[in-house]
């Protein structure tokens, strides 16, 4: 089955800082990825997308590289806020439209 | 910004009881779904729901489990008879497309089984 894993379950960064999370994902047939974010009690909140014939898209303060060759998915955080303190989760989708979530590294901002 | 709905926040059951968790999804979309979440694990698949029927199912959606869309605007998920290890974060989801396009989720209800 599908393994989408994290590499590090967690991060602490200071508050101005850029933030960089990882994932490794095992399926070389998904074709479509997410990183979610989630705060306590809340459930997971779409941050950015990315489709296999992509590298890289940005959004507002955030990255998403995806490297193929090597089944690697990163997350990057502009200017690293306190209110980015959260879970973030990679989510990858098969051909069936199922996603597989990874573990989930927490994020902590440093004032 | 339309959001996803889910009622209760906590249920609490004892072992072998039935339970509804209810969800309302983003008026305009079209495909449903429900993850549960162990405490401090993945996010797992549960089921997935499109025209008034199952369009995939994980292996922990047995028979225990089935879903429901009783009109236009809620989609549930029930569980015959609960066990203890149905204790979970049970997320629901929906999309307005398939597949390639991010779901988008509730909050949760927390399931306490006793």
């Known amino acids: 089955g599908e393994s989408v894993g994290l590499h590090l379950p967690t991060l602490s960064v200071q508050e101005g800082d850029n933030s960089i999370i990882n994932c490794a994902y095992s399926n070389s047939a998904s074709d479509y990825f997410i990183w979610y974010k989630q705060e306590s009690g809340k459930g997971p909140q779409f941050i950015i997308d990315i489709r296999s014939n992509m590298d890289k898209r940005q959004g507002q303060r955030v990255t998403v590289l995806l490297n193929k060759t090597v089944k690697h998915l990163s997350l990057q955080i502009a200017a690293t806020q306190p209110g980015d303190s959260a879970v973030y989760f990679c989510?990858?989708?098969?051909?069936?439209?199922?996603?597989?979530f990874g573990t989930g590294t927490s994020l902590t901002v440093i004032p | 910004e339309p959001e996803v709905t889910q009622t209760p926040s906590h249920q609490v059951t004892q072992m072998g009881q039935e339970v509804i968790l209810r969800c309302v999804p983003i008026s305009n979309h079209l495909y449903f779904y429900w993850y549960r979440q162990i405490l401090g694990q993945k996010v797992e698949f549960l089921v997935s729901f499109y025209n008034n029927e199952i369009s995939e199912k994980s292996e922990i959606f047995d028979d225990q489990f089935s879903v429901e869309r009783p009109d236009g605007s809620n989609f549930t998920l029930k569980i015959r008879s609960t066990k203890l290890e149905d204790s979970a974060m049970y997320f629901c989801?929906?999309?307005?497309?398939?597949?390639?396009?991010?779901?988008?989720f509730g909050d949760g209800t927390r399931l306490s089984i006793l």
């Open positions: 989510a990858e989708e098969d051909l069936s439209n199922q996603f597989y």
């Open positions: 989801a929906s999309s307005d497309e398939g597949k390639g396009q991010p779901q988008h």
